[in-house]
Each structure stands twice: as C-alpha cells, then as structure tokens.
Nanobody, 120 residues
C-alpha cells in the first residue's frame, strides 16, 4: 500500500495549486482520503476529507477556497487550492482510512508530504 502526494510548490498569494494523492494497493471505493498540513512551529491540522462514497468535509479555514475530489478510476484524490494565502504555507500530507477521522495519527496509511509555499 502506498500513497504518493505531489503537486506542491511555490505560489504567489492569491494563486492556485492542485495537490494529488495517488494510491496503490487499494482503491478509494473502500477508503477515505484526508489531507492534513503542518506549518513550521505549528500543530498539524486537518484540511479536508473525502469519504469512500464521495462525500466531502472541509475545515472552516479552507472552505470556499479548497476543494477535495477524486478521479473516476478512484486511484487518485486531489486538493484544489485557490486564493492561497501565506498562512496556507505548510507541508501537506495525504492519509487513508476506511472513514474520515479527526487526527492524522488515526489514519491507517500515510503518504510523504509535499511542500506548499505561498509567498511573493
């Protein structure tokens, strides 16, 4: 089982990025995918989650700006990020479990992080 996060980079405030989380060893028919982030010196925090039936959940601080989705093949999940702010700067992680959970350590599988930097 593997989760591969990608798509991070440097973007100016107000810009957009799309993160991808490619999974192998299972399909998203049976698993929820969550995105978490951790900024330097800050606690890790949840961002969004998509359940195995396609329902989505997002934290208030990204609602209206971030959208979580998945492909029809159910092997890749995405986090579309718009109107990015400097405070969105963090390492973003994707995780998988049978349902969305509140804490990253509760998830069964975890991918490596991808760095997102929002700066002018």
């Amino acid at each position: 089982v593997q989760l591969q996060a990608s798509g991070g980079g440097l973007v100016q405030p107000g810009g957009s990025l799309r993160l991808s989380c490619a999974v192998s060893g299972f399909t998203l028919d049976d698993y929820a995918i969550g995105w978490f982030r951790q900024a330097p010196g800050k606690e890790r925090e949840g961002v969004s989650c998509i359940t195995s039936d396609g329902s989505t959940l997002s934290k208030d601080y990204v609602k209206g700006r971030f959208t979580i989705s998945r492909d029809d093949g159910k092997t890749t999940a995405y986090l579309q990020m718009k109107s990015l702010k400097p405070e969105d700067t963090a390492v973003y992680y994707c995780v998988a479990d049978h349902r969305c959970r509140d804490w990253m350590h509760e998830y069964e599988y975890r991918g490596q992080g991808t760095q997102v930097t929002v700066s002018s």
